[in-house]
């Protein structure tokens, strides 16, 4: 077999046997194919396409790069959520201390932020003392005591896609499905949880932009993971402004301990009970009820165990950037659009994402939305906070903001999108 031919079968629309596409992951995985040819099947990929029995082999080899884990000695079920990524997703900080309340064992392997996006990892290392790195005995520990553990995925975890992943960030290679669902389904896979809910962004700050792209995403991913003997089901849901009324880390830990406490912004509350009553009901605990777990604070003290498991003090003061620039609203009227992307792209310039992989991050970096569409808005009030660290950043992410938002009339009719729109 050599890689040349490989490329070539893809780039004429050919389709990849089974023995080329075990031979490519396993020979990139050990370095025999350089980052440069694997980039240039990956383009081919992206332009031609994979067909279904092409991303299932495909996916079957990235999770036989490397080891696979197991949660068969755990007593409660297992569960666990995916969100393909979007701007001010905080979700899982109180998905998983909720699902966890209502029984069942929730194993979240996070990541972290790259790009638009921010990542769970980041969000958690805010709180002080907060690890995010655990061995696989700590993470078993941390689940077994606590029903919910949140960490960075261990290096043995589909190599092939960690390689892969931070290859196709910097050759625009992100966005295409069968690489997208292979990527995210390998890891959840060699995982070993038993039930998955995928929460597929749908919208400007999302992957994919159209809900017929979502869609195609989704229903691939749930294939790959129903063939693995995973119950996986999927959300689409909206992603063109952003959850909640944060992005950014610190900003988005104390949201989500909001909802947590019984309050936050309504739309956050809406998609994690959404989310919980899927994982419950995928995981076979229909009778569990989350409105009671989160209104009655058991999802709290998960929450302020599994922090506390992880070094994390959950009464410690979370960090605040050192600056804030206030944007007003131009004009008195309904807040029609408020863009998901343009805002992810501020609080990442403000110092809350990072432009390569080892960059570090602001903790109290990030945009606090004052309005979200269909709320009235008053010439001169503010209308987003920016906060960082390094003031000279925010002329760079005003920028970002110059399109961001649309102001009609007063009175103008809006229509809300729907949080969970499939
Ligand atoms: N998240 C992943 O884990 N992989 C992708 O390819 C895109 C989002």
Redesign the pocket.
């Known amino acids: 077999m050599d890689v040349i031919s490989v490329i070539r079968t893809k780039r004429d629309k050919g389709r990849l046997s089974p023995e080329q596409i075990d031979w490519v992951i396993d020979a990139y995985t050990h370095g025999a194919v350089a980052d440069e040819q694997m980039s240039a099947l990956a383009m081919a990929i992206l332009l031609n396409g994979m067909d279904r029995a092409e991303i299932a082999r495909w996916t079957a080899a990235m999770i036989a790069s490397g080891e696979r884990m197991d949660f068969s000695g755990l007593t409660r079920p297992t569960a666990d959520k995916?969100s393909?990524?979007g701007v001010g997703d905080k979700i899982t900080l109180p998905l998983a201390p909720l699902v966890a309340a209502c029984g069942a064992a929730v194993p979240q392997l996070s990541?972290r932020g790259l790009g638009h996006t921010g990542g769970t990892l980041d969000k958690l290392e805010s709180v002080p003392g907060w690890r995010a790195s655990l061995t696989n005995e700590e993470m078993l520990h941390v689940l077994g005591t606590t029903g919910a553990v949140i960490c960075a995925a261990g290096d043995g975890l589909a190599p092939a896609?960690k390689k892969l992943?931070a290859l196709?960030d910097v050759t625009g290679t992100?966005e295409?499905i069968p690489?997208?669902?292979?990527?995210?389904m390998s890891?959840k896979i060699a995982e070993g949880t038993g039930s998955l809910v995928l929460d597929v962004k749908v919208g400007s700050g999302a992957?994919m932009k159209t809900i017929e792209d979502a869609r195609e995403l989704a229903s691939t991913m749930v294939g790959l993971g129903t063939d693995h003997g995973v119950r996986t089901v999927a959300l689409l849901t909206d992603m063109a402004t952003p959850l909640g009324r944060t992005a950014g880390n610190a900003l988005e830990v104390r949201e989500s301990v909001e909802v947590l406490a019984g309050g936050g912004p309504a739309d956050v509350v809406e998609l994690t009970l959404s989310l919980a009553r899927e994982m419950l009901d995928a995981a076979g605990l229909t009778d569990a009820d989350p409105e009671k777990a989160l209104a009655g604070g058991a999802a709290m003290d998960v929450w302020r165990r599994m922090i506390a498991a992880q070094g994390g003090d959950p009464d410690a003061p979370l960090p605040v950037a050192r600056e804030q620039h206030v944007v007003t609203a131009p004009a008195t009227g309904v807040l029609g659009r408020l863009d998901a992307y343009d805002v992810g792209v501020a609080a990442w310039r403000l110092g809350a994402g990072r432009a390569r992989k080892e960059d570090p991050v602001q903790a109290g970096a990030g945009v606090e939305l004052h309005a979200k569409p269909g709320e009235t808005v008053r010439t001169g009030e503010p209308l987003l906070t920016l906060h960082t660290d390094t003031p000279e950043k925010f002329a760079y992410a005003l920028e970002a903001l110059e399109n961001a938002y649309d102001i009609a009339a007063p009175g103008t009719p809006f229509t809300p999108t729907p949080v969970v729109r499939e």
């Open positions: 995916h393909t990524g990541g896609d992943y196709r992100v295409a690489l997208i669902a292979s990527s995210i890891k992957f």
